[in-house]
């Protein structure tokens, strides 16, 4: 089979041709390998490359699906991380220039439960500094590049992460989202990202941004492979003492029901200040959702207004916490921009910390009542597609008048605030040929309906044509 | 929280952090966090009687019994 057969392969099919031999661990990790050194030295997606481990576990994979020992839809298949889990004996950088040579002694908790299931770990994925900002523009590891345009930023923090996703130089990735790093780089780039509920996956062996806000989970090329994933990683890990012991289902079991009488809230607070592309394309989302079978009408969550200020607050206090000892003893190796936010948590008090989370339960309560009605909740994941690299630009497309970081995070933030599961997944493309995304959000711990109303939408819309990369 | 002058955000770095920030970047700072740190002033207008933060004393215990088992 041609290579490029097999790197169009999702998770799902990839793994049935495994498992039923007709494809090998081995030949899909030399594709995989091969993409990366043909589309990385423009991309950055990666910051470090496992070849040799790669194929050494490929072989593993091969050996024991030829001897019968199928592990499960992950046994064989090339995956990535972001570079911000440990990963044992592999350096983990965090994006940061501070820990270059960092090789952890043990593997967070994601890795060791993908390894367990036989994947074949390709890298550790490009990131922006230590997961503090947007934009993926990283000046110790070079900026990540958005696949459908390379002068665009492909979101962040996990931008290499959806990258890698879209051109295809992994079959499956792991991110993170404190302030919507999974989604926002999985709607700009056009893919899917999946912030699971707070605490439904670990964070052990994760470096940290916000100890309470912090979430881990899938980036894919559909829903399918997100719900496959997610049903690896989730469940309970005593060594994080905020996971949850809820029951883990099967994700993949409802993607086929259809979202008829499925009741959807639009969120009112986030459905101003969209730019006229984004506006387009996500009431062509509602009116997708009408044709087939589900209801949609508004919703309102008051305290959404103050949601970035709520999740700013936090993550300013809970950061600078983890980074104080090294902005004292070297705050020159930090990138400008990650330096100013750290230094910026040096203002906030303790009383507006312990206000900030006090109000996330007041924002969550809202959601809730929204949801007592509703099975889901759905808003634009951003306000704008990819802005140019370096910022300036942005403002051509701005939609208003706020800081142009807020048209994106003010979507996405909330969501870490709550801790409730949410889905970001593409629904076209703009004029400019960049994609558009809006997020799916769910009762906490009912990542299954949103996985089946993502999947009805998906399977409606079709794929969106590939970048040219 | 009334907004921050550039002297405020030097002095609160030094004193708090034995951190030196730049008079420049603190006038940077105090217009642009500055104006977000004193929308937390706004806080208690979402009606925050009778909320405790979610601090959960069960993840206390978890995370000691967790140390206590790396301990042995």
């Known amino acids: ?469 | 929280m009334a907004q921050m002058t550039a002297e405020t955000i030097r002095r609160l770095a030094r004193e708090n952090f034995d951190y030196e920030i730049g008079p420049e970047v603190a006038e940077a700072m105090a217009g642009s966090i500055g104006a977000l740190l004193a929308m937390t002033g706004q806080f208690l207008a979402l009606g925050l009687d009778g909320i405790e933060p979610a601090f959960g004393y069960s993840n206390l215990v978890r995370e000691a019994e967790a140390l206590a088992g790396r301990a042995k």
């Open chain 1, 1 to 469: 089979m041609a290579s490029a057969d097999m790197l169009d392969f999702d998770v799902a099919t990839l793994s049935e041709k495994l498992r039923t031999k007709q494809v090998s661990p081995v030949e899909v990790t030399e594709a995989y390998l091969a993409r990366i050194a043909a589309t990385d030295e423009k991309l950055r997606a990666y910051i470090t490359v496992t070849a040799e481990k790669a194929r050494s576990a490929a072989r593993k994979a091969e050996a024991e699906i030829v001897a019968g020992n199928w592990r499960g839809p992950f046994h064989g298949v090339p995956v990535a991380l972001k570079d911000l889990l440990y990963t044992r004996g592999i350096r983990t950088t965090g994006g940061s220039k501070i820990l270059a040579d960092f090789h952890p002694d043990y593997d967070a908790t994601v890795w060791a439960r993908l390894e367990a299931a036989g994947a074949v770990l390709l890298g550790k994925l490009n990131l922006h500094e230590f997961a503090y900002g947007v934009t993926s523009s990283n000046p110790h590891w070079g900026f990540v590049r958005n696949p459908y345009s390379l002068e665009r930023i492909p979101g962040g923090s996990s931008g290499g992460s959806a990258a890698a996703i879209v051109v295809h130089s992994a079959a499956a990735t792991i991110g993170s989202d404190t302030g919507g790093s999974i989604r926002i780089p999985a709607a700009l780039c056009g893919c899917v990202g999946m912030k699971p509920t707070y605490s439904r996956v670990s964070r052990h062996g994760v470096i940290p941004l916000s100890y309470t806000m912090d979430h881990v989970g899938p980036i894919t090329r559909n829903v399918r492979d997100a719900a496959l994933m997610l049903g690896v990683i989730a469940g309970y890990d005593p060594k994080d003492s905020t996971s949850s012991r809820e029951a883990v289902p099967d994700y993949t079991a409802g993607l086929e029901n259809g979202v008829k009488g499925i009741r959807i809230g639009v969120i009112r607070e986030l459905s101003d200040g969209l730019s006229e592309q984004v506006s387009r394309s996500f009431n062509a989302a509602l009116k997708q959702f009408a044709s087939l079978g589900a209801s949609a009408d508004e919703v309102s969550i008051p305290s959404l207004a103050m949601a970035t200020v709520i999740n700013g607050v936090v993550i300013y206090t809970d950061a600078l916490e983890y980074h104080e000892r090294w902005m004292r003893e070297r705050p020159a190796d930090y990138g400008e921009d990650v330096r100013r936010l750290l230094e910026a948590g040096m203002l906030v008090s303790g009383v507006a910390y312990v206000r900030a989370q006090r109000a996330r339960a007041r924002m969550l309560a809202e959601a809730l009542a929204a949801l007592a009605s509703h099975d889901v909740l759905v808003a634009p994941t951003s306000a704008v597609e990819a802005p140019p690299i370096g910022g300036g630009p942005l403002f051509e497309q701005q939609a208003s008048e706020a800081d142009p970081v807020s048209d994106i995070l003010r979507f996405t933030a909330p969501f870490d605030c709550t801790g409730q599961p949410a889905l970001a997944i593409p629904t076209g493309l703009s004029d400019r040929g960049l994609p558009l995304s809006m997020q799916i959000i769910g009762r906490p711990f009912d990542e299954s309906t949103v996985f089946r109303v993502a999947a009805a939408y998906e399977k409606a819309r079709g794929s969106l044509p590939s970048p040219k990369m």
